[in-house]
């Protein structure tokens, strides 16, 4: 019923998507872009949209804390991004390498689970 609302070109790679109480969250990883609706299906805005190394490269998972913050898996960027509900950027945690802090690489195993292999020795 929800997709029947929506404007079929809006998507173009649908990948995850997270409810809350008063939002829909739909992120879009080939965008990149997290769409959100309100409870009538409306969209009301569009955060994290592709950009350099400060923003979304390959986003493909994200939740969503009790603030309403947005913690995010970049693959492309080696990362995890948390954003505020405005979408911009307030801290990135890692980057690609193989110490301390840094995560080697992103598994698309079979389940298409996400993995990520991090380096905490």
């Known amino acids: 019923m929800f997709h029947s609302m929506l404007s079929i070109d809006l998507f173009n790679h649908p990948f995850d ?3 809350t109480r008063d939002r ?3 992120l879009d990883k080939s965008n990149p872009c997290i769409f959100v609706f309100n409870t009538n299906h409306v969209l009301t805005n569009s955060l994290i949209t592709r950009g350099d190394g ?3 490269n390959y986003p493909l998972r994200f939740d969503i804390d009790r603030d309403y913050k947005i913690i995010m898996c970049d693959c492309s960027n080696h990362s995890v991004c948390v954003f ?4 911009k950027q307030i801290h990135k945690i890692g980057k690609k390498g193989q110490s301390i802090g840094e995560f080697y690489r992103a598994i698309w195993n079979s389940a298409r689970q996400h ?3 991090y380096s905490c020795v």
């Open 17 to 19: 998507v997270k409810v």
């Open 84 to 87: 505020n509900q405005e979408g």
């Open 115 to 117: 993995r990520t292999h």
């Open 54 to 56: 400060k923003q979304t």
């Open 24 to 26: 829909v969250l739909v």
